[in-house]
């Protein structure tokens, strides 16, 4: 993958995908979405903990509504 900067101060798109899968949701629980400037990792794996290494430097602001849109395209099926 190739490193692409981004100028400070301009707004840039994200397309974020996800990996498929299948999720069965019982009444009242949520789905979360969560934003990282680094590879987030489950904690119950310890060994993952700390491996991962980033470059990036700085601060982000994550522009949501109003003159930028943002939405959460999700399929869901029946069973």
Known sequence: ??????????????????????????????LVVKVSGHWMTLAEYPHLRGEAKTINKGECELWVGGERPSCVVLPFVEI
């Open 1 to 30: 993958m190739a490193e692409e900067k981004i100028p400070p101060g301009q707004v840039t798109k994200l397309d974020i995908g996800v990996w498929p899968g299948g999720m069965v949701f019982s009444p009242g629980e949520q």
